[in-house]
């Protein structure tokens, strides 16, 4: 995968076509948390991504980003994490408090955006159990805010969930790119709506963890073969 590829799939970048939010469809056990860490420690190395906060947040409470990433259940000390930690990960207190965490996150990374020079991503994992994120669903003030104004403010959203069709409406045209692990032929119709790109000819070809880039700006696919799980 080139470096381009991966600036497009999760730089943030205030002036950039690419620069809106990111999908990742993925099921549970088709490899997102192993592809995941990969792709942020691919940016990490990446010199475009040298002053980047990532902030990944799991309603599971699971990550595999290594034991130095500190680990959080507050914004405080998120907050105070990011100020010298390049990954830091969220774990809510209580998941039946999940949205709330999420939208107090979100609001935040707003109030520091301008003093972050290299952008912020935020990953914000199991996003299909939030309040919206269905076909008809309307997300919170928040999420949309995100989702509308994160690129210029230099925070690029990445919602990752169990199935294309777990997005809302909203995503038409505020999405740049997706990542998938995997498709349910039940969602080809809805897909082709709010992205405009067939992804029939996709479907067979994501099997043994393979995956996919789908650039919603230049209307193309990448493929690619599986990641090699990280070493403990």
Avoid: C
């Amino acid at each position: 995968m080139s470096d381009t590829i991966l600036r497009k799939m999760l730089l943030p970048n205030r002036n950039g076509s690419h620069s809106l939010s990111t999908a990742f469809s993925a099921r549970s056990g088709s490899g997102k948390t192993t592809l995941l860490t990969h792709l942020v420690s691919e940016a990490r190395r990446d010199e475009a991504f040298k002053e980047t906060r990532f902030v990944y947040v799991s309603i599971k409470q699971e990550h595999l980003f290594g034991e130095n990433v500190p680990v959080v259940s507050s914004v405080d000390d998120l907050l105070k994490q990011m100020q010298k930690q390049p990954i830091v990960t969220y774990y809510p207190r209580d998941a039946g408090y999940y949205e709330e965490d999420i939208d107090e996150i979100i609001e935040a990374m707003f109030s520091i955006a301008d003093d972050v020079k290299g952008g912020i991503v935020l990953m914000i994992d199991d996003a299909n159990v939030l309040k919206g994120f269905d076909s008809r669903g309307q997300p919170s003030a928040s999420v949309k805010k995100l989702t509308i104004a994160g690129r210029s403010k230099g925070i690029r959203g990445v919602y990752i969930l169990h199935r294309i069709s777990n997005l809302p409406r909203l995503m038409n045209g505020n999405l740049s790119g997706m990542v998938l692990l995997s498709i349910s032929s039940m969602d080809l119709p809805y897909s082709k709506k709010i992205t405009g790109i067939e992804l029939d000819g996709l479907l067979p070809e994501l099997v043994d963890y393979k995956w996919a880039y789908v650039d919603l700006i230049n209307e193309n696919i990448h493929r690619f073969n599986p990641v090699e799980p990280k070493k403990p």
